[in-house]
């Protein structure tokens, strides 16, 4: 009987999810706003990327075809720094729309963040926080990175190692002068948890901005191009793995090396697993872009037989349509072939956005340490 309850999950996991156009149309601009300056729109049906030509506006509006679902965005001038902003250049919190049916948004603009320079966002990452190299070379995809470390607190008064933590999108995990849409928070969070829980080195790695996608995806995409995930996750392994466990005192065994992401993040972390399950103990796989790579299905059954360790899936029901029951199939098919010991979590509250993330990753780190 077990083929064809796997069979049952992947016509779940693959179905094909009702699609709506939205037209957002610009019908008002700041008077400072030039008129040859191109104006972008991102969010969750894009990962976010600021300057994506294919969503750029034409004649101030521009038609997306999306998922039934919530809807979250912003309008940019192509840059994280030149995104929409409030009355005297304040942050404002992404739009939102719940997409039932095709959607008109008229939406006026009433500053753009860089109008404001003295706006600048204050660092809240801690004094445990270090940029450890602003330019961290990646040979297997030929790029530098910056690449954050978090030493505990009794890092530098003991002689002790610890498990060390990867994730991803390194410009949300710690400060909000760096993130798009707010950080995580997981210095506080550790600062808190580790002397009850166990102390934890975290690695975080910027993402590529235009290649995010690309990096974080193990498969060839139709819209977005080729896969890079393969190349990407061999660097955390063979590259950075390596010096992190050289230069500090980072625990070499597999039960105490994690990785953990969300959205694309979470993606990549369940295939580190996949792919490198002697080398990775636990993932965090946070609201996890499974639609993106329907590929995923071929050859999971045999890569999930050899993965051991711990998986935290998470998922809010305010996200996608298609999030939770994607992210459920695969939990069900994994837990049918894996010997992992795994969770699913669903919020009903939840959303795809860093607070979302941010208020769950205690409760991860506390399921992570048991």
């Known amino acids: 009987m077990r083929p064809i309850f796997f069979l049952s999950f992947i016509f779940l996991f693959f179905s094909v999810q009702a699609q709506q156009s939205v037209t957002i149309r610009v ?35 521009i038609t997306l075809i999306v998922p039934r679902g919530v809807l979250e965005y912003k309008l940019t001038r192509g840059g994280w720094d030149k995104v929409e902003a409030g009355k005297n250049g304040t942050q404002i919190e992404n739009r939102r729309v719940q997409v039932d049916s095709d959607t008109v948004i008229n939406i006026a603009i009433e500053h753009w963040a860089d109008h404001f320079p003295s706006m600048s966002k204050t660092s809240s990452a801690n004094s445990n926080v270090r940029v450890m190299d602003t330019a961290f070379y990646m040979p297997q995809l ?11 607190n009794s890092y530098g008064s003991s002689n ?30 550790l600062d808190t948890l580790g002397p009850e829980l166990g102390e934890t080195i975290v690695v975080a790695i910027d993402n590529g901005g235009d290649k995010r996608l690309n990096e974080y ?4 995409m139709e819209k977005y191009g080729k896969g890079e ?61 499974f639609w993106i790579v329907p590929q995923l299905k ?15 899936f ?3 029901k305010q996200e996608s349509e298609s999030m939770v029951p994607d992210m459920l199939a695969v939990f069900e098919q994994m837990n049918q072939l894996s010997k992992a010991k795994m969770t699913s979590v669903i919020r009903t509250e939840g959303k795809h956005a860093e607070a979302t993330w941010r208020a769950e990753f205690p409760l991860f780190y506390k399921w992570l340490m048991e």
Not at 42 to 48: R, S
Not at 217 to 220: F, G, L, N, R, V
Not at 298 to 312: D, N, S, T
């Open 27 to 61: 019908t008002g601009l700041p008077a400072y706003h030039t008129a040859n300056s191109t104006v972008f729109v991102a969010g969750n049906f894009n990962n976010w990327n600021p300057g994506q030509q294919r969503y750029a506006l034409q004649n101030g509006a």
């Open 142 to 152: 030929g790029r530098h990175r910056r690449v954050w470390v978090y030493l505990p």
């Open 160 to 189: 002790k190692k610890y498990p060390v933590l990867y994730m991803h999108d390194g410009q949300n995990v710690f400060d909000a002068a760096t993130s798009f849409s707010g950080e995580w928070g997981v210095d506080e969070a």
């Open 217 to 220: 995806s193990p498969y060839d």
């Open 229 to 289: 995930g393969d190349a990407y996750v061999d660097f955390i392994v063979k590259t950075l793995k390596p010096y992190i466990e050289k230069n500090f005192r980072a625990k070499k065994c597999r039960k105490h090396r994690f990785i953990a992401g969300s959205s694309m993040g979470g993606l990549i972390s369940f295939y580190a697993m996949l792919k490198y399950p002697k080398t990775f103990g636990a993932a965090g796989v946070f609201s996890p872009a």
């Open 298 to 312: 071929e050859g999971l059954e045999e890569k999930a037989r050899k993965v051991k360790g711990k998986i935290y």
């Open 314 to 316: 998470f998922a809010g």
